[in-house]
């Protein structure tokens, strides 16, 4: 993939889908034209909102432990990306780097996205998943699937980051 085809993102918070109840982390372009939302699960929410909000827990989380043992290692997390969406599901990669040798490592969006956040990395994502977000079909999320399509799509376009209450960024 060309450095052409990705577009850098940020973090701008965590939501909640208001027809499924399930988790969504909303990712900006810096210029914020552009939104992606990304269904999570509850556990990954909490592990990127305890970061988001800089919670200091008294164990380490999983994604806490993963950045202490790549520290250590002398592994670098220089960025990750978000390559494709198929079936509703998207998918990551986590790009490290050690004594100069690239390892890339395939991993589930909301992974990335916490390792990214806890080591400082740059968050990218894929024209093609932009592209394809845009048709993602909402009915297996949401009984009326059209109209829903239509409201999602309206509310992605008017947030704003006061719309994420206490995980704004």
Same mark, same amino acid.
């Given at each position: ?5 990705l ?5 701008t ?5 208001p ?38 827990l ?12 790549? *520290?250590?290692?002398? &592994?670098?997390?220089? %960025?990750?990306? $978000?390559? !494709? ?6 998918? =990551? *990669?986590?790009?490290? &780097?050690?004594?100069? %040798?690239?390892? $890339?490592? !395939? ?6 996205? =916490? ?5 400082k ?6 024209k ?20 829903k ?21």
């Amino acid at each position: 993939m060309k450095e052409s085809d990705l577009i850098q993102m940020k973090v701008t918070g965590l939501t909640i889908d208001p027809f499924t109840n399930m988790p969504i982390i909303i990712l900006k372009d810096f210029e914020e034209k552009m939104a992606l939302p990304i269904w999570i699960g509850l556990i990954e929410a909490s592990a990127i909102a305890t970061e988001l909000e800089k919670i200091e827990l008294s164990r380490p989380m999983t994604h806490d432990l993963l950045r202490n043992i790549l *520290r250590e290692l002398g &592994v670098q997390v220089t %960025k990750v990306e $978000v390559t !494709d969406l198929m079936d509703n599901t998207f998918f =990551a *990669r986590i790009y490290l &780097v050690k004594d100069g %040798k690239e390892y $890339v490592m !395939d991993s589930r969006p909301s992974d990335a996205i =916490a390792v990214a956040l806890r080591t400082k990395s740059d968050i990218f994502v894929d024209k093609k998943v932009m592209d394809k977000s845009r048709r993602v079909d909402l009915s297996s999320q949401a009984p009326e699937g059209q109209l829903k399509q239509q409201k999602w799509a309206e509310i992605l376009e008017n947030l704003s980051p006061e719309d994420f209450g206490k995980y704004k960024m």
